[in-house]
């Protein structure tokens, strides 16, 4: 009889540079799945030789999503499982692989991770910013205009910011958080992440930017940019009482713990305690 039942999509991290870094999961879902669904075929082929996997390839890239998908979702309702790559880190992360995502969601068809590396979360994990909260930006817009007016909507946002940038435009990107953060604001240029020229700069936007411009080397490879949160600002009016009270307890306990007592304690309300308190907490956080 034939087998009727859907395959599985499996979404496989690959290394963004080491190859030392491809779990022996996700080489053998590599290897056992019927097709591998990659951004580009020749970049993904070089590094499935590498590991001796001869599963076929097929292209998914942003120009042939619309017709690839609607492909590939009909050959997981026959019964074939596929491999879902990018031409490094993890599918899907400001890179191709979302829509199939979706679909193969829509169409009922099971959707398994296979976790790996991801140039984001490897930069944050070694870049001395705020992890708790973090917002991800990807790669901003390329024209100049729109760029701007992006990095100006989160001039007050207080997370760690998170962005890719490419090389020839990581000059202009850094000038403009300048002109929209300031020159002061902390910031880490993680460049070719787990490759063997991988570099970690740690400064000032204003430090960063000047050092691009002095050495060549600074604008070779992707890179990952890190930001520091802007300073939190006490809302119009806010409950100084509150805050003092906060503010001791947040030094001794656990942010919930020291919101409820300080509620407890000024007759605040709770949920008006603890918004406070993420508040209080993240400007502490931030250097």
């Known amino acids: 009889m034939a087998n009727t039942a859907p395959g599985r999509l499996h979404v496989v991290a690959t290394p963004i540079g080491n190859l030392g870094d491809l779990s022996p999961r996700a080489r ?3 290897q056992s799945c019927a097709l ?26 942003e120009h042939n999503e619309p017709e690839r998908v609607a492909q590939l979702i009909g050959r997981l309702q026959r019964g074939e499982s596929i491999a879902l790559i ?4 993890t599918p899907a992360i400001s890179d191709p692989g979302f829509a199939l995502v979706r ?4 169409a ?28 991800f930006e990807g790669f901003l817009p390329a024209r100049d205009a729109a760029r701007r007016a992006s990095l100006q909507a989160l001039a007050a946002e207080t997370r760690t910011l998170v962005f890719y940038e490419s090389p020839h435009r990581l000059a202009a990107t850094l000038a403009d958080c300048i002109a929209a953060f300031g ?9 070719e992440l787990t490759k063997l020229h ?7 936007l204003g430090e960063l930017l000047a050092r691009v411009q002095a050495e060549r080397d600074m604008a070779r490879g992707e890179s990952v940019l890190l930001v520091g949160g802007a300073e939190a600002k006490p809302a119009p009016g806010a409950d100084t009482e509150l805050d003092r009270v906060l503010n001791i307890l947040l030094a001794q306990l656990p942010l919930k713990q020291a919101a409820e007592l300080a509620a407890a304690i000024t007759g605040a309300r709770g949920n008006e305690a603890y918004k406070r308190a993420l508040q209080l907490k993240a400007s502490l956080s931030s250097p």
Request: proline content about 5%; aromatic content about 4%.
């Open 183 to 191: 020159a002061m604001r902390s910031a880490v240029l993680a460049r």
């Open 86 to 89: 990018s031409d490094a880190g």
């Open 103 to 106: 679909a193969a969601a829509a």
């Open 108 to 135: 009922g068809i099971e959707v398994v991770a296979v976790p790996g590396p991801c140039a984001a979360i490897a930069a944050l994990s070694v870049g001395a910013l705020p992890t708790d909260r973090f917002c």
């Open 36 to 61: 591998v669904a990659a951004e580009d075929t020749r970049h993904s082929g070089a590094m499935l030789r590498q590991f001796a996997i001869q599963t076929p390839l097929v292209s998914l890239h």
């Open 198 to 204: 991988e570099s970690l700069y740690r400064g000032t």
């Open 28 to 30: 053998e879902t590599l």
